[in-house]
Every structure is written in C-alpha cells, then in structure tokens.
C-alpha cells in the first residue's frame, strides 16, 4: 500500500481514496481499530503524496520549457550577437539577455526612424525653396524659347517628389508607432519571464522543504525498482547541491539536480 501511494498520481487518487474508505468501514465494523488507524495515516499520506507528485511534475515541466525557450533562443540569436550567450549557463540569465538585446535594438531602431524623420522635413522644406525657383522659370519661359514645356515637366517632378516625400513620412511614422508597440511587447515579455522564473524559484523551494519534511518525518519516497545503487544513494540522502550553503538553488543545472534526486 505505502508503495502505492508513493507513485500514487492525480489521476487515481479518487479510486484509491474510494478503496481504502471502504477498508477503512469494514475494519472499524471488525473493531481493528490499529488497523483503521493505519488506514487514516495512509489516507492522509495519500492526499500529501499526489499533492507532492503533482507540484513536482508542474515543476518540471515548468522547467524544461524554460530551458527550451532558453534553447530555441540560442538558434534563432545572430552569430555576432550570441558569444556572451556561450558564457551564461543559466537559462533565465539567457531569456534576460535576449530581452535586452530586443529591446537595444528596438530603442536603436526608433532612434533611426526619428532622425529620418527630421531628414523628410529637411527635404519638404527643400521642396518649399524649389517652388520659388519654379516660379522664376515659369517668368523665364516666355522670353527663352528654349524654356517652353521646363515648367510643366519640372512642375510634375515636384509634385511626384512632394508625393514620395509624404509617402516616407507616413511609412517610417508607421515603423515607429510599430516599434513602440514592440517595446511595449518586449516589457510584457520580461514581466512573463520574470513570474515563469519566480513560479519555478517557488515551486523548487516548495518541492526542496517537502522533501526535508519528508526525510523528518519518516515518509517514504518513491522507490524505483529499476533504479541503480548510486542513484538510490542519492534519493536517500535527499537533493545534494554543490554550493556553499547547503540547499541553495540558483541555476537551472541546480534545478536539474535537485528534481532529479526527489525523482522528478
């Protein structure tokens, strides 16, 4: 039973409650009351146990899609761009790089379209000057011969000029309003980084202090058949971090190791 219920998964908890609530009526009907003890200890072990199996699936799942976002980045990321990646093993220092170089490079781009801008204004204003030289050569026509048609033909150049003019200017207006909902975009996708990484910081915490509780209190873990000495040994002396201060995770290789001693 206690081996049961150690493996014991969301999706069978209400057979199994349903179960040992029905051993449970007949041994108090038998009056064994030792044994009906041990049955409500195991159905509270239970209620625990899928409690501790799920939090434990939720993390890492958690964690692997952080890790292949992380990874799906790193193939997408420009070659000139992706060397301080190489020195960053932590899969949430990554995302912040990259949403840092997105936001760089969306900052850079407004600033271009801004100065452009100011290069189409230089240009409509330039078009202001050429009207009055325009002028002059609609006097000039009608003494030079020569002249005859300059007027109309530069005339239609100006205005197809004024129309391409007024095209840039919308066109690079509309990549700024774009790039400022990138931005925006770019914020909310470091706000939704920020909470992933949190959540999962919380559930290790969650899963880590579980596991302490467990090992005090004489609960046992899931025991895998298949599983070789070395990894038994690791499972029963709980999550061995190799840092400092003993049960601190702060990378994704730590996550890995600590999930993977509490058999997730």
Do not use: W
Request: charged share 30%; hydrophobic share 40%.
């Amino acid at each position: 039973m206690k081996k049961m219920i150690a493996t014991l998964e969301y999706d069978g908890l209400e057979d199994l409650l349903g179960q040992m609530a029905r051993e449970l009526v007949l041994t108090i009907e038998q009056g064994n009351l030792n044994h009906a003890m041990e049955l409500i200890n195991d159905l509270q072990q239970a209620r625990h146990q899928v409690f501790y199996n799920e939090v434990g699936h939720l993390t890492r799942g958690l964690h692997e899609a952080i890790k292949a976002f992380s990874s799906d980045i790193d193939e997408k990321i420009p070659a000139e761009e992706a060397s301080p990646l190489t020195a960053m093993t932590d899969a949430s220092e990554r995302l912040g790089y990259v949403i840092e170089l997105t936001e760089k490079t969306s900052h850079e781009t407004m600033d271009r379209v801004d100065r452009s801008l100011s290069l189409v204004d230089r240009l409509d204003g330039q078009s202001e000057r050429f009207r009055d030289l325009l002028l002059l050569v609609g006097q000039l026509e009608g003494e030079f011969k020569a002249l005859d048609g300059v007027y109309d033909r530069t005339c239609a150049v100006k205005n197809e000029s004024e129309k391409t003019i007024e095209e840039l200017r919308n066109t690079l207006t509309d990549i700024l309003v774009s790039q400022s909902v990138q931005d925006i975009t770019g914020q909310l996708i470091r706000r939704v980084i920020t909470l992933m990484t949190q959540v999962e910081s919380q559930l290790v915490k969650l899963m880590d202090m579980a596991a302490k509780v467990e090992r005090l209190t004489g609960i046992e873990m899931a025991q895998d058949d298949e599983r070789n000495p070395e990894a038994d040994a690791i499972r029963a002396q709980g999550p061995q971090l190799k840092k400092k201060e003993a049960g601190a995770v702060s990378n994704q290789d730590d996550v890995d190791e600590l999930l993977s001693s509490l058999g997730f």
